[in-house]
């Protein structure tokens, strides 16, 4: 059976990896994510082992010791991880994986995957980005400065990804990323 492909999409914080995402497993439900462990606090409405496996620094910790994380990266204060079994098990099934994390994750997973497919998914402008994440609401002042300055620093890894995605329109980002993951499986893979 031909393993599934693994897909990385990454993008900085606001630019709508949540809400493309969600819009993409509406649009295609056969599509697997992975669910990240993170040391980061519950944001309302966030339900464990559906949008993260919330752990505490120790348990983290001890995930790595026990080498269960496929990559795991330190992001504006909190670690963040993708459990290695399911990407794995979700792979030798045939089916394809969707990892949604940032660049420094994604750089040591195109190091494990070089076979991957990076989609980087990009704001209209660095205004709109800042307004997206100022729009939800979660974040205080301090950390959306944080998470700005951040993005910058993300954006100047674009060339180490093999698509950028511009999230304008959701319908268009979403159709953007379907366009991807349909050339790729018509792709002559060797
Ligand atoms: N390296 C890595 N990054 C992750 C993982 N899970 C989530 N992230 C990224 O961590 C960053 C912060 O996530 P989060 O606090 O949920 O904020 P949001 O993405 O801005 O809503 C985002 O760029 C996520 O894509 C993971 O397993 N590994
Ligand atoms: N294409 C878009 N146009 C306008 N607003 C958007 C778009 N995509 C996402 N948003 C809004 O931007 C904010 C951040 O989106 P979110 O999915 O939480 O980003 P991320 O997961 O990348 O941090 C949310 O309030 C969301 O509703």
Do not use: W
């Not at 969707?98 to 040591?108: T, W």
């Not at 190091?111 to 997206?132: A, C, N, Q, T, V």
């Amino acid at each position: 059976m031909a393993k599934g492909l693994l897909f990385v999409i990454s993008g900085p914080s606001g630019v709508g990896k949540g809400t493309v995402g969600n819009a993409l497993r509406e649009k295609l439900p056969e599509i697997t994510y992975s669910v990240s462990a993170t040391t980061r606090a519950p944001r309302a409405g966030e339900q464990d082992g559906v949008n993260y496996f919330f752990k505490t620094r120790d348990e983290f910790l001890s995930m790595i010791e026990r080498d269960e994380m496929l990559e795991y990266a330190e992001y504006v204060g909190n670690f963040y991880g993708t459990p290695r079994d399911f990407v794995d098990q979700t792979l030798a099934q045939g089916k394809d994986i969707f990892l949604e994390i940032e660049v420094q994750g994604a750089l040591k997973v195109k190091e494990k995957f070089p076979e991957g497919i990076f989609i980087f998914l990009l704001p209209p402008s660095l205004d709109e980005l800042k307004d997206r994440i100022r729009g939800r609401g979660t974040e205080t002042q301090a950390t959306i400065d944080h998470r700005m300055s951040v993005a910058v620093d993300e954006m100047n890894l674009l060339r180490h990804y093999d698509y950028a995605v511009v999230n304008d329109e959701i319908d268009f980002a979403c159709k953007r990323i379907e366009s991807i993951i349909i050339a790729e499986h018509c792709k002559v893979h060797p």
